[in-house]
């Protein structure tokens, strides 16, 4: 079941804070988080487990909404750095390793 | 420390000709995964690979679509009689091992067009 990111789109200016959500129909056991900048691959953010565990590389922080089966990223202060385009991906208890990723958000930021 | 390499970078082959696509994952990641990107589709599943045996090919879009991983490193993903809706670009993943809590790292993928 493939997550619903939103919103599609965002655009920023400099030092303004954004959001982005990740939601399921389905329970969910991981939530996992990846940038991709135009034309390069997919860059891993962070891994969010059920009992809240988190596991990440940058100064990003998230949340993961067991009840409420979503996620949520929070991109404070935005720098230029962080345009692009950011995936979630989801996985369901007792299902395969493979993360079902969302259509992603394309965050633009202005200067 | 070399990264997930693919190749070619990119391809342009006729409708009805077949296809290789080559993936040379981070030394020591046993699992690897593959993807297809269209434009505004996001991450679609493909196949994914535990060491050599591939335990989910949910994702293959059809029996043209197959691919091996030989030696626990190097996988092919080969498309016999491509058609125009296969082109896209074709993303190879690997990790340490294949699990909930283990980050995907991704090559700069093949882009691949059909004509």
């Known amino acids: 079941q493939q997550p619903v990111q939103s919103p599609q789109a965002v655009i920023l200016r400099e030092g303004e804070d954004a959001v982005i959500n990740c939601s399921s129909s389905k329970a969910l056991y991981s939530v996992h988080w990846y940038r991709q900048k135009h034309g390069e691959a997919p860059v891993f953010l962070m891994i969010?487990?059920?009992?809240?565990e988190q596991k990440g590389h940058e100064k990003i922080s998230a949340s993961f909404n067991e009840k409420k089966q979503q996620s949520s990223l929070y991109l404070t202060a935005s720098q230029l750095s962080y345009s692009g385009t950011y995936f979630c991906g989801t996985e369901e208890p007792g299902g395969s390793y493979i993360p079902t990723f969302g259509r992603g958000t394309s965050l633009i930021v202005h200067p | 420390g070399a990264g997930v390499s693919q190749s070619p970078s990119n391809k342009v082959t006729e409708k009805g000709k077949d296809v290789e696509l080559r993936c040379d994952p981070i030394s020591g990641h046993t699992a690897l995964y593959w993807y297809r990107q269209s434009l505004g589709q996001g991450l679609e599943f493909l196949i994914y690979?535990?060491?050599?045996?591939?335990?989910?090919k949910s994702g293959l879009p059809s029996d043209r679509f197959s691919a091996e991983r030989t030696g626990g490193s190097v996988s092919t993903l080969t498309i016999q009689r491509t058609q125009q809706e296969d082109s896209a670009v074709y993303l190879c993943?690997?990790?340490?091992?294949?699990?909930?809590?283990?980050?995907?790292?991704f090559g700069p993928g093949t882009r691949l067009t059909v004509t």
């Open positions: 690979f535990q060491g050599n045996s591939a335990p989910d």
């Open positions: 993943a690997s990790s340490l091992l294949a699990g909930v809590s283990y980050e995907q790292y």
């Open positions: 969010l487990l059920k009992g809240g």
